[in-house]
């Protein structure tokens, strides 16, 4: 075993504050600064703060616990940085997008209404904290105090195997966000226009897959202690490791049911449908490509129904049905008047 553990160090002895998880003063920073940011976008109007405030909340936990615990260990270190430089990337595009686009459509019904503005920012307070309990839990004198004075060596499978996927999340991530901004900016305008370019060509979100798979990785490398069993005889940090879990659980439920795939899927095929405006090159881009976990069309599309329903996660909810779902008298309404379009141009006079 001598091979497989290191030496705890640290700068300075673990500081207790309020709770020996840092649950209690990381909601308390995280609702502070939200409600600073809350304050100012609702005053001013002012959208271009909002995720900003989101992203960069990330860091100050990972900064803040990384320094109250004082622990100079690798796997303490890793996890702070991957958890900042996820956090500290997400903020700035967002940031630069929302300076381009000028505002952001997510809160035309909220900006001038005090309780649901403030419902969203509730929303982010909650979001940033439980994200960010792999970070917070691994970096809390509970933990650190638990594996003195021998923590499990960094290089276990389990950091090997987060590390790489982080950085291949992480890649992803970043790199399909700059895809999608950059086609909507160029071929993205002309109407009915599919985004297949790069990871988009693989899956219909890369985007939502990397951030899953970057806060999965991050867990990974944190629980390792709990998970090479050093910390079987204290079941508080061997619990609370396992469950911190919740972090990138939560996120996974927002991407796929309340603000992600939900409202972008079915409702973005229905309205395709509708004005008919390139519905047959979009059908063929469903049927072609994976909903969420990249892989290419040539598999993805001759996959059985079955399984893009259930382990592809192309679950029935997402699924546009014209049949079920479209509006029919919208749908006869636009044909009408494509018809009286045609009709008006057959009838124009030829110019001698």
């Known amino acids: 075993m001598g091979n497989s553990i290191s030496l ?30 809350f304050a100012i976008a609702f005053t001013l109007k002012f959208d271009k703060l909002t995720d900003f405030m989101g992203g960069t909340n990330f860091v100050w936990l990972a900064i803040m616990t990384l320094a109250m615990g004082g622990s100079t260990n690798a796997r303490q270190i890793v996890t702070s940085i991957f958890i900042m430089l996820w956090g500290a990337r997400l903020s700035a595009f967002l940031l630069f997008r929302i300076l381009k686009t000028g505002k952001d459509d997510r809160f035309d019904d909220k900006r001038d209404k005090f309780f649901p503005f403030l419902g969203f920012w509730v ?81 219909r979100h890369p985007n939502y897959f990397g951030e899953i798979m970057v806060q999965v990785s991050i ?37 796929l049911f309340v603000s992600g795939l939900n409202l972008q899927e079915r409702p973005g095929a229905k309205k395709r449908f509708e004005k008919g405006v390139g519905w047959p090159q979009y059908e063929k881009y469903l049927h072609d490509t994976s909903i969420l976990i990249p892989m290419p ?46 009709g008006s141009q057959s009838e124009e006079p030829l110019h001698q």
């Open 297 to 342: 069309p040539a598999i993805w599309s001759k996959l059985p129904v079955i399984v893009k329903r259930t382990i592809g996660c192309e679950w029935p909810m997402y699924v546009f049905d014209p049949e079920k779902h479209a509006d029919k008298k919208a749908v006869e309404d636009r044909q009408a008047e494509e018809g009286d379009r045609q």
């Open 123 to 203: 929303a982010q307070m909650l979001w940033v904290w439980v994200v960010s309990l792999p970070v917070t839990i691994l970096n809390s004198p509970a933990v650190l105090e638990a594996t003195r004075p021998y923590q499990p060596k960094f290089g276990h499978a389990t950091d090997v195997i987060g590390v790489i996927l982080f950085a291949v999340a992480f890649l992803m991530e970043a790199i399909a966000d700059i895809q999608k901004y950059r086609f909507k900016q160029g071929p993205g305008k002309q109407p009915g226009a599919v985004c297949d370019v790069g990871f988009f060509k693989w899956s």
């Open 8 to 37: 705890a160090r640290f700068t300075h002895e673990p500081i207790h504050v309020l709770d020996d998880y840092y649950l209690a003063i990381t909601l308390l920073v995280t609702v502070a600064y939200q409600l600073i940011g």
């Open 219 to 255: 867990y990974m490398i944190a629980v390792t202690p709990a998970s090479y069993g050093f910390l079987s005889a204290y079941p508080g940090p061997y619990a609370a490791l396992y469950a911190s879990a919740v972090g990138w659980i939560l996120l996974t439920t927002l991407l």
